[in-house]
């Protein structure tokens, strides 16, 4: 998988990375004609116009994260003689006792991102390009910085998580603030529960008022596709001290592909698209998928687990 210097420059053609001339990811998916279908535009100061329909309007994200060791230790054991991994353990012992399900799960203060994997998305809803940042060596400074400088390149684009307002969104903000990174667009005017990005489990919970059990998981297999395979989200820290990165960045884009099918669907119900157009939609992203699998690797597994929309009972 090449190495980028932000996403934009993964999904921007003709970026070249700051340490040299490198190929970048970039790939759009012809839009079929779709009339009728309401638009969301987002212009690109200073860029050539440009066919609306065609213009970035969403950037679909996901992210992956492990437990800060060292930073468990400075707060919750400062006066004791233990390490990193001891202070994890330790720590997730302690969530797994208070946790009516057993969880080990920690915080998003006591985390850091390993993973963020963004897909640039038109305004007439096509997929225009997929990137994991910071690959291949997936840097967990180098991630945050990329993601950052990259989304104020397109201050009008909104942004399409999966439950990013409580997690992903926090998780890279505590990291901006770690990191120093700037982000002026979304701190200053996207920070807005029901005006700025679009959370489809805030959505589709109808903002807590529902539970969502089964998650992404669910929504995908309702959709035909793959959901979660061999990895799920509690695996990602042995991952993580395997040093197997490259599968937790597989597993993350694989999460950001359900996110944006799930988007799709979603624009259904408000009227945004036909059922029809989606189809159209998923075929072309499929298409464009299979373009893209001597980049991403991965993406072979996910396109072997593909199955069709076929609604029950």
Known sequence: MPVCAS????????ALTAAGQIPIVEGRVPSPSRPGIRMATAEIPGRPSVDPATRTAFLVVDTESVPDGRLLRLVKFPDEAIDAEEAIR??????????????????????????????R??????????????????RPRQIVEKFWSGLGRYPRAKLVTYNGRSFDM???EMAAFRYGCSGRDYFQNCRNRFNGP???????????????HGGLNLLS?????????????????ELYRAG??????????FDTLDTYFVFL?????????????????????????????????????????????????
Not at 122 to 137: K, M, V, W
Not at 244 to 253: A, K, P, S
Not at 267 to 290: K, Y
Request: hydrophobic fraction near 40%; aromatic fraction near 12%; charge should be negative.
């Open 7 to 14: 996403f934009i420059a993964q999904l921007d053609k003709n």
């Open 90 to 119: 330790r720590a997730q012992d302690e969530a797994r006792d208070r946790s009516p399900t057993g969880s080990d799960f920690l915080p998003v203060s006591f985390q850091f991102p390993v993973a963020v994997c963004v897909l």
């Open 121 to 138: 998305v038109a305004a007439d809803f096509s997929l225009q390009a997929i990137a994991c940042l910071d690959a291949p060596e997936f």
């Open 170 to 172: 926090p998780l890279l």
């Open 198 to 212: 679009i959370d489809l489990f805030d959505w589709l919970s109808n903002y807590g008022a529902a539970r969502m």
């Open 221 to 237: 297999k309702i959709l035909g596709q793959p959901g979660k395979m061999d990895i799920s989200g509690d695996q990602v820290y």
């Open 244 to 253: 197997r990165l490259q599968e937790i960045n597989d597993y993350c884009l």
């Open 265 to 313: 669907r979603t624009r259904v119900l408000t009227g945004d698209l036909t059922l029809e157009q989606e189809h159209d939609l998923v075929r072309h992203a499929r298409d464009f998928l299979i373009s893209k699998t001597a980049e991403f690797p991965g993406l072979g597994q996910y396109l072997a687990n593909w199955g069709d929309w076929q609604p029950w009972p």
